[in-house]
């Protein structure tokens, strides 16, 4: 007969121990990562420190080189459409060249050129700093003082030299609008009706919009309202859309002055919207 297996008694039974819970490294505190604004990513886009004519406060980017060069019509572009291109070929351009130069951030250099659109009275030069000494990351607002000399190449009479000043003041709301004012001062400010019996300086309040529609897409708007001093009939505006790719901007302007300069923004237009113009403006950024 087969015998029952003997039994173990209870406490001689060895406990089976649960593993011991492995140990949870502490995590850090996780951070938010920072997304950059395709509109204002500078490692794709220029830093685009103008409207149209009128400059906001910011500051070309520490060792860029940005290129610049204006056209404008002089014949309104309703007048002929056809047969001078909307104005293009139609005599008396304006032509603009310049650079700019960040020296350091907040910083920059300029030199500009301008001819006198088929008067022959002269050649304008303009050379400028512009400093920001407050910016929108700490103070809410960006704020430079733009402070240059204009120099006047005559042909037949002594040259002139001019010293002219701006403040300005912009700020960018949400990465798509930027929205800008300020006072501009220039002691000989030109206009092509201005003669030897006006008054010389002139004094004008800015204002000037950007909206960032797309990051390659952007429109603006200015306008430069005389307030003392030499000033024509209507105040200065200009609207362009700016076309913005990798370092490059390209814009169609369509404004009633071809007086784009520092001393010419300040005195208004004879031109109401009878008698616009167009025109385009090319930059281009070269990072060293």
């Not at 121990?17 to 990562?33: G, R």
């Not at 047969?83 to 351009?93: Q, V």
């Not at 060249?97 to 008067?119: E, H, P, Q």
């Not at 009939?233 to 913005?244: D, L, M, Q, R, T």
Request: charged share 20%; net charge negative; hydrophobic share 45%.
């Amino acid at each position: 007969m087969a015998q029952a297996p003997e039994q173990v008694p209870a406490a001689a039974q060895v406990p089976v121990q649960a593993p011991a819970p492995a140990k949870v490294e502490e995590i850090e505190e996780v951070t938010d990562v920072k997304v950059v604004d395709p509109t204002l990513d500078p490692l794709r886009y220029p830093i685009i420190d103008r409207a149209v004519n009128l400059m906001t406060a910011r500051t070309t980017r520490p060792r860029a080189l940005v290129i610049v060069v204006d056209h404008r019509t002089h014949k309104a572009f309703t007048d002929d459409i056809w047969h001078n291109y909307f104005g293009l070929d139609g005599g008396n351009l304006r032509i603009g060249l310049g650079v700019r130069f960040g020296i350091i951030d907040g910083l920059d250099v300029g030199v500009y050129r301008l001819n006198d659109a088929g008067l022959d009275r002269y050649d304008l030069y303009e050379f400028d700093v512009k400093c920001r000494p407050l910016y929108q990351e700490r103070f809410q607002i960006d704020l430079a003082i733009r402070a240059g000399l204009a120099w006047y190449s005559q042909k037949d009479a002594d040259d002139a030299v001019r010293v002219f000043l701006q403040l300005l003041v912009s700020r960018t709301f949400w990465n798509r609008l930027t929205v800008g004012a300020g006072f501009l001062f220039h002691p000989d400010s030109g206009g092509e009706n201005k003669s030897n019996l006006d008054t010389e300086y002139s004094m004008a309040v800015p204002f000037l919009a950007e909206v960032r529609i797309l990051p390659w897409l952007a429109w603006n708007v200015e306008l430069a309202v005389n307030v003392a001093g030499y000033g024509e009939a209507y105040p200065a505006w200009a609207s362009s859309v700016k076309f913005i790719t990798n370092r490059h901007t390209f814009a169609l302007v369509l404004s009633n002055t071809q007086y784009i300069g520092a001393d010419g923004i300040v005195a208004n237009s004879w031109r109401g919207f009878h008698n616009l113009i167009v025109g385009f403006a090319i930059t281009r950024e070269v990072q060293f």
